[in-house]
């Protein structure tokens, strides 16, 4: 009789096992994946510690144990139809990396397990992968156990694959050996050669250690690693089941209270009726995932692993409706899986408050939905049966969930229950019209901006109010957090959403100025703050993500703003008040703002003027602000009503409305304007001034874009690198690039002159003497030819050329260049008084080679992509000059 060891106790065991052999215990990782894509969720106790294995990352020892929390839903439609399958579970293991390898770890299983838990060595049966003669060896010749309890494993011939070597595509891999216990003939299936391997639940598979020794190509090739590792795997709630002897994990202590809580919340008992078996086993291990998910900051949501929570929180919620239990029920069970796991898991006791409020509040939504919609859904079945369908169409399915929601899953879990499916392309269809429609009706601006649906939900006494006028830095209390489309209680690594607090030093995006960047911390997390935007209800959202760590409503932060950055903002600002003086001064008053922007890069100010300034006067405004920049005026802000600000002459917004009262900021007595934005203390904090562009936006209104302080010193630094780079091509120096530049500029206009007479010498010798085929029609000579590979200019000197000898009369050359044909023709005076006129013979003539042009009665060209028509084109000519010479 095996000793009956708690799971609790179990794990504290294990670890304290492993540390005694010089194994750093570590705490589980997050059930969300920090820096790895490839994964959803932690679903193997090796999964967080990927970047040790691949060398990512320096472990911080090479000898490492952990009891880890994981999760997976690849069979979830199973979890509660059998005892066997579980969404949540906990991973025991010991890993090494590049220290110890197949003889410590093979000796140290036996150990834990025939030792520390003194199970009867009789009773356990190694697996080996069939080839791996070096595991037998250590099996049979050091541990002592018979080679006749020893199972091989191979590869299936036909698809090369084998449960005892693991590896996945290319990369490390390598072979495995497992130790299996016989639970006895009770747990059998009956036969003579049950053995270990065989599907029923007598040899149950304890532990699983992982020989990472090559590297595979991916194509059955494989090298030795010079560093292997150790990758060890126990489930701790299968080896609960053989240390308490008891039927499956659903009766382990941890969970049978769990157990025995849904049987209490529902009156029905346990292995009476396999219906509510079913409930009984799935509400057990779905509150287990879902308190889990939750303290580790995974929230509901309709994506990602938001959704794979609000899935098994809402079937957890109706299989208690099938069961009875009536209202919310979740939170009290889960509150038996923190008083079950604390021991292992204190964070869970430390977040108890949330974690039940964020079930309650879960299971309080689907309900006000669930009864309507399994009404609708048991319409839509019966209609169904009447039909003699046994599909239910995608948009029955797609309204289910849009406006009941119900996962599509839970849907099709409850059809199948009938016998029924769903028509999965259609509901598809149906989603992706509806992203599209959201996509369309969403305005361009900023990632969950000012005008996003989702702050609407939040409560209105809520109120945010700015610090940041004097400083970068505050403390203040979470109010809020959104994410793109509901107010959650909490965010986690790599989520993404805003937060909203009374007091913050962020600025929030407003009146052209760019809202601020910068972090928010609190004792459990780090979030990036990449954008700053004023919400309903005078509220500020800092957008951003979270960095690590999770993030919940109610905790105390800190908020630090991007210095550097907020500095090159107010720069900007700053130097904006002194250009719209300086355009003032030298254009005149009429100038006003129509519109600004400055971030930390650049500064665009738009304003009313009604011709392109000169440079002159571009270079004149530049000089006036650098020149107050220079004089380091003091930057003062002062709070007045607007008459007495009016009174000061400080310069309002045309068109803008202002509150009872306002800022207004002065640079000396130079500049005063009415203004709620962020600026420098002292112009001299500017440094500099540099006018990028000027240009015309609308009708009236002109745009200057410029850059301040080190964008300044950076925009010269690049313009003095291209020069360089300028200079080096031309092989000179900067100092005499402009020397240089001007030589070679007439070098390439006296080669262009030369080019031009070669080209038209090649022109006349290719056209050659065609004096003789001049034909006359009524009195008009007529002079067609064609040429290879002449442009149009070149048609043309020729065509001056031809007529200075032909006297009066037509002229049409044509020329065959690069596969496009080009047109010209010309009409003397006398032949036009006759009738001619080039521009209807061009049109003549460029229809026979696939093209079209015109001009005037005395010179016209075509082009065309026809050259094999060129023949035709000239014949067309001479036909239509017969027609309208007379």
């Known amino acids: 009789m095996n000793k009956s060891y708690g799971v609790n106790e179990l794990r504290r065991m294990y670890l304290e096992f492993f540390e005694s052999k010089g ?47 994981c999760v997976r839903t690849g069979d979830i439609e199973n979890v509660g139809k059998t005892a066997r399958h579980l969404t949540f579970f906990e991973m025991l293991g010991n890993f090494s990396f590049g220290d110890y390898f197949k003889h410590e770890a093979i000796a140290w299983s036996w150990e834990f397990l025939t030792k520390v838990l003194e199970l009867d060595p009789e009773r356990l049966y190694p697996s080996i992968y069939g080839e791996d003669e070096e595991a037998f060896d250590i099996w049979t010749k050091e541990v002592g156990v018979p080679a006749e309890k020893i199972t091989r494993f191979y590869r299936d011939p036909e698809t090369g694959e084998c449960d005892n070597f693991w590896e996945h595509g290319a990369g490390p891999c390598g072979p495995c050996s497992e130790i ?69 994990v659903f009766d382990i202590d941890t969970m049978k209270a769990i157990r025995d809580k849904v049987c209490d919340l529902s009156g029905k ?100 939905t669930i009864d309507q919609g399994l009404g609708i859904l048991a319409e839509m079945e019966e209609k169904m049966q009447k039909e003699g369908r046994k599909e239910l169409s995608g948009e029955d399915a797609f309204k289910l969930y849009d406006t009941y929601g119900f996962p599509i899953d839970l849907t099709a879990e409850i059809l199948e229950e009938k016998g029924f499916s769903y028509d999965d392309a259609g509901f598809e269809k149906c989603m992706e019209k509806q992203r ?37 830095t505050d403390s203040s209390e979470i109010a809020f957090i959104t994410t793109d489309s509901e107010v959650v209680d909490a965010i986690s690594d790599g989520d993404r959403g805003s937060i909203i607090v009374p007091v913050t030093p962020f600025y929030a995006t407003m009146g052209g100025q760019q809202g601020d960047k910068g972090i928010i911390e609190t004792a459990d997390g780090k979030f990036v703050v990449e954008d700053t935007v004023k919400v309903v209800g005078n509220r500020y959202a800092h957008v951003g993500y979270v960095k690590e760590g999770m993030i919940r409503a109610g905790e105390k932060a800190k908020l630090i703003v991007d210095p550097a950055g907020r500095m090159r903002t107010c720069r900007n600002h700053s130097a904006t008040h002194l250009l719209q003086k300086a355009l003032r001064e030298v254009l005149g008053t009429h100038v006003e703002q129509a519109g600004s922007y400055q971030d930390g890069e650049r500064t665009r100010f738009d304003f009313s003027h009604f011709s392109a300034m000169t440079a002159e006067e571009i270079q004149k405004v530049e000089d006036i602000v650098n020149e107050k920049i220079a004089e380091g005026l003091p930057v003062k802000t002062d709070i007045m009503t607007v008459d007495e600000a009016k009174k000061t002459g400080a310069m309002a917004l045309f068109g803008e409305k202002y509150g009872e009262k306002v800022r207004v900021v002065s640079m000396g007595d130079y500049s005063k304007e009415f203004c709620g934005g962020t600026h420098v203390k002292n112009t001299a904090d500017i440094i500099t ?6 240009s015309g936006v609308a009708a009236g209104v002109r745009r200057i874009e410029a850059i301040t302080g080190d964008n300044v010193f950076a925009y010269y630094k690049k313009l003095e690198n291209e020069l360089n780079e300028a200079a080096k091509v031309v092989k ?21 002159s030369e080019n031009e007479s070669l080209k038209s010498k090649a022109a006349k010798d290719a056209l050659g003497d065609v004096m003789d085929k001049v034909r006359e029609i009524n009195g008009v000579k007529v002079l067609a030819s064609s040429v290879v590979g002449v442009d149009m200019n070149g048609l043309r000197e020729l065509g001056d050329s031809l007529k200075e000898k032909l006297g009066e009369g037509v002229i049409l050359l044509a020329s065959s260049n690069e596969g496009k044909v080009n047109l010209i023709a010309m009409a003397t005076e006398e032949a036009m008084k006759k009738g001619a006129h080039a521009g209807n013979l061009i049109k003549a003539a460029a229809s026979k080679v696939g093209g079209g042009g015109g001009g005037r009665p005395n010179m016209a060209q075509a082009g065309g992509k026809n050259p094999a028509g060129i023949n035709d084109a000239i014949e067309t000519v001479y036909a239509e000059l017969e027609k309208i010479i007379k």
């Open 180 to 248: 299996y216990y016989d639970r006895g003939e009770k747990y059998g299936c009956g036969s003579p050669d049950c053995k270990v391997g065989c599907e029923c639940d007598r040899f149950m598979e304890v532990w699983n250690n992982v020989f990472t020794q090559f590297n595979g190509d991916g194509h059955g090739g494989y090298e030795e690693l010079e560093n292997k590792n150790i990758d060890t795997g126990m489930g701790l709630e299968r080896l609960a089941v053989v240390m308490q002897d008891v039927d499956s």
């Open 23 to 69: 194994h750093l215990a570590m705490k589980s990782f997050s059930l969300v994946p920090h820096n790895d894509n490839s994964l959803l969720l932690i679903n193997a106790g090796m999964a967080p510690l990927k970047p040790y294995f691949t060398g990512q990352e320096i472990p911080p020892r090479r000898r490492v144990t952990t009891c880890q929390k």
């Open 689 to 694: 001034f540099k006018i990028l562009s000027e």
């Open 269 to 368: 008992k346990y292995h009476v009726d396999e219906m509510d078996d079913v409930s009984i086993r799935l509400i057990t291990d779905h509150i287990r995932s879902s308190t889990f998910l939750i303290s580790d900051g995974v929230m509901p949501s309709n994506e990602g692993r938001g959704y794979v929570l609000r899935r098994i929180i809402r079937r957890a919620a109706r299989h208690g409706r099938m069961l009875g239990i009536n209202g919310t029920f979740l939170a009290k069970v889960a509150q038996v899986v923190i008083d079950e796991s604390k021991d292992g898991y204190p964070e869970l006791e430390e977040k108890k408050d949330f974690i039940l409020n964020v079930l309650t509040k879960e299971e309080e939504k689907f309900a006000k």
């Open 732 to 752: 000179t120096t900067p100092a005499k690039l402009v020397e240089r530049l001007n030589h070679l500029t007439a070098e390439v206009k006296e080669l262009q």
């Open 436 to 472: 599209q429609t959201a996509r369309g009706a969403r305005k361009e601006t900023n990632y969950m901006g000012a005008d996003a649906d989702v702050y609407n939900d939040i409560d209105s006494d809520i109120t945010t109010e700015f610090s940041g006028y004097d400083k970068t």
